[in-house]
């Protein structure tokens, strides 16, 4: 929801920074992996109780997450770079509610049912834009992208948001988390609805 209205604020100085990382011969795999590797490891500290560890982890992961798209508009857009971004998202989105599971059993239950709803998000997403592929259709609403964003209620920076709001209130994730969840279910429904417009014929 509010990814496309934070972008013109965003993307300019992640692309000088971008362009300065080209410039040095940084790739923009290399960055995507090393942003693996860090929600990797927020989710491994989150699950230890380390949640200030996980939240500087969180912030280092997403601000990696935003420079690997600026380096490759800076060199080139690749399919497996775009492959590489998508995988290294959701491994992201899935160790954080994961590791606030194993980090108490309280929070197991919530983090299955977001976990599973983040899930359902990341199937309608992907069927989206497989869809919009075989139609040829485009936006540039996200900036450019490797393939078709669709917008909707619940996206990158309001799990980012909850993400954060997890790590400084752990002792609410239960009910952040199961209201996240409900907000993702709707996400789904909205792009629901926007495909039967857009593919019904």
Avoid at 29 to 37: D, E, F, P, Q, R
């Amino acid at each position: 929801m509010l990814d496309a209205r934070l972008r013109p604020l965003i993307d300019p100085p992640l692309n000088a920074v971008g362009r300065t990382l080209a410039e040095l011969g940084v790739t923009a795999n290399a960055i995507s992996a090393i942003g693996i590797a860090l929600g990797i490891g927020a989710g491994v500290a989150l699950a230890q109780g380390q949640f200030a560890i996980g939240l500087v982890l969180i912030i280092v992961n997403r601000l990696l997450d935003g420079l690997d798209g600026a380096v490759a508009r800076a060199t080139q857009l690749s399919d497996f770079g775009g492959y590489l971004d998508i995988v290294g998202d959701f491994v992201f989105y899935l160790a954080v509610p994961l590791g606030f599971g194993l980090a108490d059993p309280a929070n197991l239950k919530p983090a299955m049912a977001l976990l599973a709803c983040f899930g359902l998000t990341g199937t309608s997403f992907l069927a989206f834009a497989t869809m919009a592929a075989k139609r040829g259709l485009e936006t540039s609403a996200h900036g450019r992208k490797s393939f078709f964003y669709n917008t909707g209620l619940a996206e990158g920076t309001e799990t980012i948001i909850v993400f954060i709001a997890f790590c400084l209130f752990p002792a609410h994730f239960p009910i952040i988390a199961l209201a996240y969840a409900g907000l993702c279910i709707l996400t789904v429904i909205q792009r629901t609805a926007v495909a039967w417009v857009t593919f019904r014929n």
